[in-house]
């Protein structure tokens, strides 16, 4: 099955740095890429997402690109804000028996200090 | 609110007590996913339901565990004899199932403490 690994576990940058958390996964079927964000106390809330059709998505200060050759993708957030530290969980699921079972990575504390 | 909602937001119980616990889905959703928490670690699928069919099962989910959706809206997910290793975060997941919808939206999850 599907195995998704998530780099570095933890990530301490200054306020207006950018921030960078790398996954791979190891199905090369897999086709969609979501990443979360979740705060303490919170359930997972959905940022960003990619598809395999697409190398790179920007969402304002977030974006997300992949590289299926290597079976990697990455989240790339600029200008941190102290309100963006949080655990950063990737995901990956495979579309093809009909059915989005997504598996996470083991996630990234980001902690943007001011 | 419109989001996923689920009950209670904790639960602390004995070993041996059985639990429920109960997921309100996004209105519109007819796609809903349960997934276990434990501290440290990124959500793990349990099952999933389309409408009111449980169409996968994973292998976390021992014989202990049920969920049903009876009626295609909420969703109830019980534990019977709890056991300490049960002690987690459930969260629920709703999506609506089109050609071009994937996402899937969490809950604010429920809290299980077994003692």
């Known amino acids: 099955g599907e195995n998704v690994e998530q780099h570095p576990s933890t990530l301490s940058v200054q306020e207006g740095d950018s921030a960078v958390i790398k996954c791979t996964y190891s199905?090369?079927?897999?086709?969609?890429f979501p990443w979360y964000k979740q705060e303490l106390g919170k359930g997972p809330q959905l940022i960003i997402d990619i598809r395999s059709n697409v190398g790179e998505k920007k969402d304002q200060r977030i974006a997300v690109t992949l590289n299926k050759t290597a079976k990697h993708f990455s989240l790339h957030i600029t200008e941190t804000q102290p309100e963006d530290s949080a655990v950063y969980f990737c995901?990956?699921?495979?579309?093809?028996?009909?059915?989005?079972?997504?598996?996470f990575g083991t996630g990234t504390r980001l902690l943007v200090s001011p | 609110d419109t989001g996923v909602s689920q009950d209670p937001r904790h639960k602390i119980t004995k070993r041996g007590q059985n639990v429920t616990f109960r997921c309100d889905p996004i209105s519109e959703h007819n796609r809903l996913y349960w997934y276990r928490q434990t501290l440290g670690q990124g959500p793990e699928f349990l099952t999933y339901?389309?409408?009111?069919?449980?169409?996968?099962k994973s292998r976390l989910l021992s014989d202990r565990f049920s969920a049903e959706r009876p009626k295609g809206s909420f969703s109830t997910l019980e534990i019977q004899r709890t056991e300490q290793g049960d002690s987690a975060m459930y969260l629920c997941?709703?999506?609506?199932?089109?050609?071009?919808?994937?996402?899937?939206?969490f809950g604010p999850g429920t809290r299980l403490t077994v003692t």
């Open positions: 339901f389309q409408n009111e069919a449980q169409l996968e």
């Open positions: 997941a709703s999506s609506l199932s089109t050609s071009d919808s994937y996402e899937q939206y």
């Open positions: 995901a990956a699921s495979n579309r093809a028996t009909g059915f989005q079972k997504l598996v």
């Open positions: 199905d090369s079927a897999s086709n969609y």
